[in-house]
């Protein structure tokens, strides 16, 4: 087996897969033709963030199994083109989490204490002592925008120098955040308590510019700090924020573009502490995302399940031609679901009726926690999914029953926050052609798919006109359209496929209506 190592790993993990028996060929200059040219040999490819695999990198690569990312960000990877060429995408993501954590705590204390700025007066030959008067951590509270394993490790050292914890993620589960010793909140919540602010969220078309010039008015007199990713925080209106004096400082490590432009207005802040993207630079960190990269190379080659495999299904291939459209139907259940409860998730249910409880259907849960999760983790799937709800505590059950009422077989996916539950259930008509059937107690029949609008509404006469009418107006075409109702004159509830977003504008007139009572729009690709 031929290994294609094409950006620097430690050596242990070099060691891992000679003494597997692999030959490994190093080629840290690669790219271009002489890439694809040494790839089309490997039956696996290891790389960093310095190695663009791309769709033709992957196709030239026809002996592939595996590619390996030493580290846990993949944006550099094309994993749809790796499933579709059969390639399995693995990283290592805990790797570098304790690393991560302790560069977040030491760039708190190098904001906090202006440790960069006095190092580099005291060494211009300056004595500015009186100049520098810090800030002390006990006894302040810190903020925690995203609580995954690195907001989790950084809020336990934190919480143990005695500082107050508050943190923003609507995926995780209270009792989690509590053992923490954090407090869940709301993001304005978060930004208004907090006196030191810390972003451990991916990046995702949610969370890009998440963090803007209203956001850091919020934070008035805090300091930020960013050691994720970069793209959550508008760096310009940063630089901004702080040289005006409405935030004490910051302190970031990743950046919307990198390296960091030479004009960037980061640059020209002192009271703000930049690093080259150091997070993951310890001994350790690269020694243990090097050998956990390699170990699943090994398996990978080997013929044994990857434990971190990103896009690898694990299902019996006799039972996947059956099983194949549920887990498309689970997926878009999940993620109707997690759109319509919009708020924190700590409980996600799977029932399967009639003759699909028959049937091995762990896969098919995974592909529903993929679409529960999906808002959250940009490299969310079947593989990773039950490994996300374990991290955020997320208990997850899943039942059978031989009894159905009206369907061949039937499948529904509940999600709760302890005080609130939505339930999406599907079946598939004609064998492949999938239907939401019911939402929570109405009754449908909509085809899942692109955009959608979910209204909630008085049972009275004119209201669906209405909605029409106002949709025509913002230029929103109806595909279809698909109503249940409680009772006569209760409350009804509607589904609409749509072929575009509903404008912000049109949402607010349909919700000014004191007949309709909410407006949700899905989205489904």
């Not at 170990?295 to 194949?324: M, Y």
Request: glycine share 10%; with cysteine; net charge negative.
């Amino acid at each position: 087996m031929q290994v294609l190592v094409t950006d620097p790993i430690a050596d242990a993990g070099l060691d891992v897969l000679r003494d597997a028996g692999f030959d490994v060929e190093t080629g840290y200059e690669l790219d271009g033709e002489a890439l694809l040219d040494a790839v089309a040999d490997a039956n696996a490819l290891i790389v960093r963030s310095g190695t663009e695999v791309t769709r033709e990198v992957l196709e030239a690569g026809e002996d592939l199994v595996i590619v390996g990312r030493a580290g846990i960000g993949v944006d550099n990877i094309d994993i749809d083109a790796a499933t579709d060429e059969g390639v399995i995408v693995a990283n290592a993501p805990e790797g570098n989490v304790r690393a991560a954590a302790e560069h977040t705590v030491a760039m708190t204390f190098a904001a906090a204490r202006s440790i960069p700025q006095a190092h580099g007066r005291l060494k211009a030959g300056e004595w500015a002592k009186s100049e520098f008067l810090g800030t002390e951590l006990k006894g302040t509270t810190l903020g925690v925008v995203g609580l995954g394993r690195v907001g989790q490790e950084v809020a336990k050292k934190l919480d143990a120098l005695g500082m107050d914890i508050v943190a923003f993620d609507p995926y995780i589960a209270q009792e989690r955040a509590e053992r923490l010793g954090a407090t869940l909140v709301d993001l304005e919540a978060c930004l208004d308590a907090a006196d030191v602010l810390t972003i451990h969220t991916p990046l995702t078309p949610e969370t890009e510019g998440m963090i803007g010039a209203d956001e850091l008015e919020s934070l008035d007199g805090g300091y930020l700090i960013n050691v994720g990713r970069g793209g959550i925080v508008d760096e310009d209106a940063l630089a901004a924020a702080v040289e005006a004096g409405t935030l004490a400082g910051a302190a970031l490590d990743v950046f919307a573009e990198e390296p960091l432009p030479e004009d960037s207005a980061l640059l020209d802040v002192d009271d703000v502490v930049l690093t080259p993207h150091l997070g993951a630079s310890t001994a350790a960190a690269q020694q243990n995302v090097a050998t956990s990269t390699a170990e699943q190379v090994v398996a990978a080659l080997s013929g044994d399940p990857v434990a971190n495999a990103l896009n690898a299904p694990s299902i019996d291939e006799t039972a996947f031609a059956r099983l194949e459209p549920y887990v498309e139907l689970a997926g878009t259940a999940g993620r109707i679901a997690t759109q319509l409860l919009d708020g924190r998730i700590e409980g996600v249910e799977v029932t399967y009726e009639g003759e699909l409880a028959d049937e091995d259907v762990e896969f098919v849960t995974a592909s529903a926690l993929e679409g529960v999760f999906s808002p959250l983790e940009w490299q969310v799937n079947a593989v990773n999914a039950p490994q996300i709800a374990e991290d955020r505590g997320v208990e997850v059950t899943e039942s059978k029953t031989r009894q159905t009422e009206d369907f061949q077989s039937l499948l529904s996916v509940t999600v709760s926050n302890g005080e609130t539950a939505i339930t999406v259930e599907g079946t598939l008509f004609a064998g492949e052609d999938p239907r939401i059937v019911r939402v929570d107690d109405y009754r449908v029949d909509a085809i899942p798919h692109g955009k959608m609008v979910v209204t909630r509404n008085t049972d009275e006469p004119g209201v669906i006109g209405l909605i029409g009418s106002i949709m025509g107006e913002y230029d929103v075409n109806i595909a279809g359209l698909f109503n249940a109702r409680e009772a006569i004159g209760g409350e009804a509830l509607t589904v609409y496929n749509v072929d575009g977003e509903v404008p912000d504008e049109a949402r607010a007139e349909l919700e000014a209506d004191e007949r309709i009572i909410d407006v949700r729009q899905l989205t489904l690709d």
